[in-house]
């Protein structure tokens, strides 16, 4: 699985994103992607530590 869909998955998982949102959130991990070097699972793990930084986390909430 390439690296950028794992995060979104991820990064979708742990909070709600409207389109407009993940596309942002897409074009961001782009830019930080781009010239990094490590293995997947480094390359996975910081990108969610960057885009966790980047905008406050708005937590998933149950349905009522």
Do not use: H, W
């Amino acid at each position: 699985m390439e690296v950028t869909e794992k995060v979104m998955r991820t990064y979708g998982m742990m909070v709600n994103l409207t389109q407009e949102e993940e596309l942002l959130a897409r074009e961001r991990l782009a830019l930080f992607l781009k010239d990094k070097t490590c293995d997947e699972n480094q390359l996975t793990i910081e990108a969610l530590k960057y885009l966790r930084g980047v905008q406050p986390v708005r937590t998933r909430r149950a349905r009522s």
